[in-house]
Structure formats: C-alpha cells, structure tokens
C-alpha cells in the first residue's frame, strides 16, 4: 500500500504492508527510534506518538490509519510549540532508567495541548503509562511545570458582529 501522510512536518510517501504497525513503520522503516517498544499489546504507553494531535499506541495502531494523517513523534515535539515539556522532565530529573519517558512525555504533551492547565486529578485521568521505576510524582510535577512555563494558547478571533440593519 503506498500511504501518504505528514510525520513530524514533512509530507512522506511509503509503501509498506498496511497491517504493519506504526511502531514499526516508524522504527524500521524511517529509522525514527525515540518511540519505544514496550509491551506490544497497547498496556504500557511506552510507544505513544500523537495522530492528528491525540496520543495514540503505535503498537496497535495499523499503518493503514494514517493515511492522510498527520502524526507526531518525540523528533518532532519541539516542532510543535512542546519544547518546554521536555525541559521540565530535564528539570525535575524525572527519568530512572528511561525507558519509558519518550511515551511519558508524548502523553503529557497531548495532555496539555487539550488542557493546559491540568488538575491533579485530570493528570490522574488523562496519564495512565506506566513507570516500572516509579517516576509518577516527578512527572506530576514536570507536567504542573510544563504548564507554567508554556506559552499560552492563542484565544480564538472573535468574529465582528455583523452591522447593524439600517431602521427604515
Ligand atoms: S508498547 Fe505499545 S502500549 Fe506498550
Ligand atoms: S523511568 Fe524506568 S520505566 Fe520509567
């Protein structure tokens, strides 16, 4: 299958098998090798990339459905106004071993591009990967961080009101 799609800012063209999942369209055929490889079966996070801006498992995730996509990978964060999440994990010296941080990172940053000034508990909430170090209470905090330092989102125009009908 030839897919079309937008990864990290640039268009790709690539024929691969359209079952073969993102993880690996990503790992061994664009040799993108930030996203990790956890449990294969969509539990752990580990492998969490951003499709059309939502995080997503890329282990589950069928090439197939990114066709005309636009997908996001740790190479491209920075890319998207999402630097500051990364500096904030460096901050508070969140990772042990590491290896799950890419998918941490990738979560929290959909996470705060919807609600950029999360609670606890909507971090509770919209987290759910898992750390085999135990890294939670750090990322809390690097998530409240990345939210301060963030810029704020660009409000919306507010379209003119339209003129006033001339009274007869
Ligand atoms: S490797 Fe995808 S969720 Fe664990
Ligand atoms: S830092 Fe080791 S698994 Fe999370």
């Given at each position: 299958m030839s897919l079309k799609f937008t990864l990290n800012g640039a268009l790709h063209r690539l024929d691969v098998d359209?079952?073969?999942p993102l993880l690996w369209v990503l790992r061994?055929?664009?040799?993108?090798?930030?996203t990790k490889f956890g449990?294969?079966?969509?539990?752990?996070?580990?492998?969490t990339v951003h499709l059309n801006g939502t995080a997503v498992?890329?282990?589950?995730?069928?090439?197939?459905?990114?066709?005309n996509a636009e997908v996001t990978t740790i190479e491209g964060l920075a890319d998207i106004g999402m630097a500051a999440v990364q500096d904030a994990w460096i901050a508070e010296e969140?990772?042990?071993?590491?290896?799950?941080q890419v998918g941490q990172i990738m979560t929290a940053a959909a996470l705060l591009k919807a609600n950029p000034n999360p609670t606890e508990q909507d971090i509770e909430k919209g987290m759910g990967n898992l750390c085999r170090c135990g890294t939670y209470n750090r990322i809390r905090k690097a998530i409240h961080l990345s939210a301060a330092s963030l810029p704020a989102p660009e409000s919306e125009p507010v379209p003119e009101s339209p003129s006033e009908e001339p009274t007869p």
């Amino acid at each position: 299958m030839s897919l079309k799609f937008t990864l990290n800012g640039a268009l790709h063209r690539l024929d691969v098998d359209p079952s073969m999942p993102l993880l690996w369209v990503l790992r061994d055929e664009l040799n993108l090798t930030g996203t990790k490889f956890g449990c294969g079966i969509g539990q752990c996070g580990a492998c969490t990339v951003h499709l059309n801006g939502t995080a997503v498992r890329s282990c589950l995730l069928p090439a197939a459905s990114i066709a005309n996509a636009e997908v996001t990978t740790i190479e491209g964060l920075a890319d998207i106004g999402m630097a500051a999440v990364q500096d904030a994990w460096i901050a508070e010296e969140v990772p042990q071993c590491g290896y799950c941080q890419v998918g941490q990172i990738m979560t929290a940053a959909a996470l705060l591009k919807a609600n950029p000034n999360p609670t606890e508990q909507d971090i509770e909430k919209g987290m759910g990967n898992l750390c085999r170090c135990g890294t939670y209470n750090r990322i809390r905090k690097a998530i409240h961080l990345s939210a301060a330092s963030l810029p704020a989102p660009e409000s919306e125009p507010v379209p003119e009101s339209p003129s006033e009908e001339p009274t007869p």
